[in-house]
């Protein structure tokens, strides 16, 4: 058995050969960051009193969520046959939307841990997540995890990952990141297996930039790898892409507090602090070297993360824009994959237009602008960003329905995804039947093991972003999981659907869609909006058109009373009072027109529950 | 269950008026209100500050009612006249409930005889008193109609008897014009008070309410929307769907039945809910609350109005019995309208009646209103430009959103 280390060895002055980096890397819920707890503290970095469940889900959504958002990244001390090693572990989110985060993490990395949960077996995201990880030329551990759950069937899942992988059943490790079984073999595995980073001691500084925070009290702290040369505190460092220059206030390793160092050597996993205040002046993927003596080449580049859904977000109360304004200049400080512009809507006012990486970013993002500076947010239906070519060959970006041109249009494209959906075989058929309702096009299928297939399909992004995974889900009694990525774009034959009340356009009910699913959308949304808009004192017609040509219609009918016709006797108080409380519910309504429409309308006609209804009916 | 008194400043105990009170009050009515929170049984739609027997408990005994009220008219004339008012005899008389004539009609006629000669009664003095069907007799009628009482408002709610059942009502049909008889017999102006869109009515029930009420030839009608108030025990057969919900159009319907049927049958409406034969068959008590008159409301819970100040007693008889006993007064709290507030109320409660609002009387905002009213077919055009706001039909349907339109945002 591995005693804990007694003597960590030191950043600054750790050899390479004494040193492993890997990451953990799993589908959504595999237990990742349990594992890690367990890491955490058989090495001794959390002590027994501070230890909590998901120790490195640090957010409050991530904790309320049960999920990770952001990679963390953890120094622990491990002996081995008498050597002490240090061990750079860093947990990564599992959802989709936040696979760029395992992206950046792998480039810091020699090694990865493929976990997977030995009561599911194999996803969606194990796969992606695997591809990824072999991309980067990663040493792969795959270990099952989960054990003790009576549901595992370990043998099973053992044998498909090592056809996955190559190699042989009884080399998958078996853990509990419950009960903390295996996971110290799991430890020697990974000294043993993994191979040390390898570098030049003596030639220019270069260290690879894979996160960046933004911390209130300290300013953006940065997460590096060290590749080549050394790093020391109070040297002045570049960084390659903008040749900025910074002093370096802090440098030193995560374990998990953050702890200052001596510097940071080659092979080295740790964090460095400038003061600079925008995450955007320490880019992920960019290069760091030293000002005295810079490297002549960078580490070449890592991609910026692209918004793929983009949403209009809106102050309930107009006279909130400012402090929306400061939170989300705020939020990308810390936040590269968010975008955001100012945009104005006839029928919400002053707002932004902002880009996600995917409905979960969304709703994360809104629930802490919400939360974290008590604002009340409408956020309009999601749309991915359309290329429209005019017949002039002029071409324009169109991310907000209202924004789309009118006339003279040569061709719409929209973007693209390559799927993959993991399922037991039995709901071939059921999924075949969702992907060709959703305009997808099969790319293949291969059996993984007796009775589970990987289908392949390529399908228009806004077909799958907003309910196909619940579909999805209910299709295949939970078992079928998504994994998707961008695949270019393709023409297709949209159009804008406008919704007008008493003939008045309103831009924030206005949809792109598919020709063939615009009286689909037309007739839910006229639909919503008669039993969302109260009955005014004159007869309200709602069109859905496409242009000119109306192709549904609802129609709320004139309020014919509103009077408190009783015996009030002398508690006149009480009538004005009930009078007061009509007229401030008044001021919560959004004019159209002459139409009074309550903000709860707008809610609820653009919120995705409502969306995700109107898709299982 | 009674609804909740509204929040409000504090009354003092002595029950001393702001001294504006007093300013301009020989030009206002003073008239009085007399509240007896007593019923056999709660209506289930009922939350009007009332009890049983049984809910009562022990403590405050209707026996001794009679003698808090007495004391409370005494308070009264010592506030008044503390508070710089002048001396004003009273133009009308009310007594609500409750079921005022659940008393024996010798406390009735006392309390009026206290009130007479506290403040004595303007010369065509109304005096009204609110009955059940079943709690009057020709003995009793003909007592109160000796101690001054002028008219007597029925509570017949509905001719129709499953109609009454779902109101919870208690009186037999015909007990109605037999009640009538008696009060006319005795001398006494008669006004039926009748409710529509009960669940489960249709219009054919209303109607026949409406032609069986007309039949009885009253000199006044008051015909209210049911109200489903919360906490009510129809509120919750309602919530439980055991009684289907009401309906607003079916409101409408009916509102416009009784405006026709009445109107046929030589009664005119002067306020939203109330019909009279002929204008001097108006409830002037009724009138003075929508104008602004100032008055005494005594008894439990009951609400008072003098010169801009409002205020309301505690609810319950207990506490109010041991209030007036102890030389203080009951108020539980009351409020000093602000100029913009008299505007308000003034706005809210004038445009319900026939005579309607002056124009002039409107600020800028609320005249600039009125072009748009007319237009929408709310306010009468007619009058409009002889310089009064008057609903239409249609616009006394839309009374409120009428007031929200005339007032500013
Ligand atoms: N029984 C059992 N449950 C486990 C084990 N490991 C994790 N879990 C449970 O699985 C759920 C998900 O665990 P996490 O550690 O948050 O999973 P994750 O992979 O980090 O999830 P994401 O970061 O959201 O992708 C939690 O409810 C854990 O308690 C295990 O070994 N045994
Ligand atoms: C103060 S009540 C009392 C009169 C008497 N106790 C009775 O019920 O006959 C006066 C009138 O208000 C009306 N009323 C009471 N509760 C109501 C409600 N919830 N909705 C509409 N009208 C109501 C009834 O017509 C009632 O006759
Ligand atoms: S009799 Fe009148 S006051 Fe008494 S409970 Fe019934 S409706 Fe209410
Ligand atoms: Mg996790």
Known sequence: MSPMARTAPVPAATDPAIIRNFCIIAHIDHGKSTLADRMLQLTGAVEQRDMKAQYLDRMDIERERGITIKSQAVRLPWEVDGTAYALNMIDTPGHVDFTYEVSRSLAACEGAILLVDAAQGIEAQTLANLYLAMENNLTIIPVLNKIDLPAAQPEKYAAELASLIGGEPEDVLKVSGKTGMGVEALMDKIVRDLPAPTGNPDAPARAMIFDSVYDTYRGVVTYVRVVDGKLSPRERIQMMSTRASHELLEIGVSSPEPKPSKGLGVGEVGYLITGVKDVRQSKVGDTVTNLAKPAAESLGGYQDPKPMVFSGLYPLDGTDYPVLRDALAKFTLNDAALVYEPETSAALGFGFRVGFLGLLHLEITRERLEREYNLDLISTAPNVEYEVTLEDRRTLKVTNPSEYPVGKIAEVREPMVSATILAPSEFVGAIMELCQQRRGVLGGMDYLSEDRVEIRYRLPLAEIVFDFFDLLKSKTRGYGSLDWKADGDQVSDLVKVDILLQGEQVDAFSAITHREKAYAYGVMMTGKLRELIPRQQFEVPIQAAIGARIIARESIRAIRKDVLAKCYGGDITRKRKLLEKQKEGKKRMKMVGRVEVPQEAFIAALSSDESKDKAKK | ?409
């Open chain 2, 1 to 409: 269950m009674p609804s909740a008194l509204p929040l409000g400043l504090p009354a003092p105990d002595d029950g001393l008026l702001p001294p504006d009170a007093a300013d301009g009050a020989d030009g206002r009515d003073f008239c009085l209100y007399v509240h007896i929170p007593f019923c056999a049984v709660r209506c289930g739609y009922c939350d009007f500050n009332t009890y049983t027997a049984t809910e009562l408990g022990g403590g405050a005994s209707q026996d001794a009612y009679a003698g808090s009220v007495l004391a409370e008219i005494g308070l009264g004339a010592r506030v008044l006249e503390s508070s710089g008012l002048p001396a004003r005899p009273l133009s009308t008389v009310f007594f609500g409930g409750g079921t005022p004539t659940l008393l024996p009609a010798e406390d009735l006629a006392s309390i009026l005889r206290a009130a007479r000669s506290t403040w004595g009664f303007a010369p065509d003095a109304e005096v009204t008193t609110e009955a059940n069907p079943d709690s009057v007799t020709p003995e009793s009628l003909r007592i109160l109609r000796d101690a001054g009482f002028t008219r007597v408002s029925f509570g017949m709610q509905s001719a129709v008897p499953h109609v009454l059942a779902v109101l919870d009502r208690t009186h037999a049909p015909e007990r109605v014009p037999q009640a009538v008889q008696w009060a006319r017999d005795a001398g006494l102006n008669v006004s039926l008070d009748l409710i529509y869109g009960t669940p489960g009515e249709s219009l054919e029930d209303w109607r026949t309410t409406l032609a069986t009420a007309l039949s009885y030839g009253p000199d006044h009608i008051s015909a209210y929307a049911l109200i489903i108030e919360d906490g009510t025990r129809l509120a919750s057969r309602i919530r439980r769907g055991q009684v289907p919900p009401i309906d607003d159009d079916d409101h409408a319907d009916k509102y416009a039945l009784a405006e026709e049927m009445l109107t046929a049958d030589g009664l005119h409406w002067y306020e939203v809910s109330n019909w009279a034969r002929t204008p001097a068959d108006a409830c002037r008590h009724n009138l003075a609350y929508w104008r602004g008159s100032d008055w005494w409301g005594a008894g439990p819970g009951a609400h008072s109005h003098v010169g801009g100040t409002r205020w309301w007693n505690v609810k319950h008889p207990r506490p109010y019995a041991d209030a007036l006993g102890a030389g203080r007064s009951p108020a539980a709290g009351r409020e000093i309208l602000s100029a913009g507030d008299r505007y308000v109320e003034d706005v809210m409660l004038r445009v319900r009646l026939r005579e309607g609002l002056p124009t002039q009387s409107l600020t800028s905002t609320g005249r600039r209103a009125v072009a748009g009213l007319i237009a929408d077919g709310l306010v009468d055009p007619a009058a409009a430009f002889a310089g009064r706001v008057v609903l239409t039909l249609h616009g006394r349907l839309l009374a409120d959103a009428v007031v929200r339109r005339l007032l500013p945002d």
